[in-house]
């Protein structure tokens, strides 16, 4: 069960990658944000286009708050971009945490 602070059907939908790619962004880069871009596509796949984005990068003012306070093992801060504007919230799935996701993944996250 998808548990956030924001209900958004992107991170529902898209939980897996989003849990994956935020473990391989931690365990490389240390706490961040998981951005979003809903507004887009990839050319060879219809999922939004994903990226991790460290706090060292000059994360926005709530997205440094949520950052420096989430558990990475259990949560993903996520920053959805689409046409309405950012949302950024916390999210978590009882039954799959961040590192047992990576641990089951055979592809490699890409870093952009």
């Not at 950024?88 to 870093?111: G, W």
């Amino acid at each position: 069960m998808l548990v956030t602070d924001c209900h958004c059907t992107v991170i529902e939908q898209n939980w897996k990658d989003i849990a994956r790619i935020a473990w391989a962004g931690y365990l490389n880069d240390g706490r961040g944000v998981l951005r979003i871009d809903a507004s887009r596509t990839d050319t060879v796949s219809p999922r939004p286009l994903m990226f991790y984005q460290p706090l060292t990068l000059g994360l926005a003012e709530d997205e440094c708050l949520l950052a420096e306070a989430y558990d990475p093992t259990k949560e993903v801060v996520v920053c959805v971009v689409d046409c309405g504007g950012r949302h950024t919230c916390k999210a978590s799935h009882l039954d799959s945490t961040p590192p047992a996701i990576y641990a089951q993944s055979e592809r490699v996250p890409v870093f952009n």
